[in-house]
């Protein structure tokens, strides 16, 4: 009686958990420059109204506080699932619809937040500033969501046009029947 292994070596290499990779090739130039302003811009804008020491009317403030925080957490969320290894865990399509979603929404409601603080402001001049970076990001927000529009619509037509001329492919030819 053989008292050996009862079980031989797997023949799949045993896999080691994924290292977290960085990379910034997922988006091109002209979007990572955009979601970093969007970052950076609403970053400053949440900062700047945080150093406001006194309000009379304290709704706008507060609306543009809450706005312009949300802002930055989700456009450094998606960057960092843009940038990381977490990437390869999501459906791309999905991922691609919420970023459009998200950077649309966010811009309109930061326009709308820095409209409301601009009019019940106390003209300090900390104000008037997060202001300006607060129209200055709903501007990044929007012309993010501005040029992913304009992708998805190029590619569509790409597709169509792709698509378009059928009447050559064999499924649309005549069966060569002789009887």
Known sequence: MDNGKVYGPTTEPQSKAPACRCTVTRL???RRLLKG?????????FILEEIVESCSLCGGLYFFEFISFSAT????????????????WVEKDRLKTLDFWVTTVVGVLFFVASIVFAATNDKSSVETVAIVFGFLASIGFLADGIQMFMEKRKAKENKLENTGNTQNTPENQPLNNQS
Request: glycine share 0%.
């Open 28 to 30: 091109s130039r002209q």
């Open 37 to 45: 302003a969007q970052v950076l811009l609403s970053f400053l804008a």
């Open 73 to 88: 957490f989700l456009s450094l969320l998606i960057l960092i699932v843009f940038f990381t290894s977490a990437y390869e």
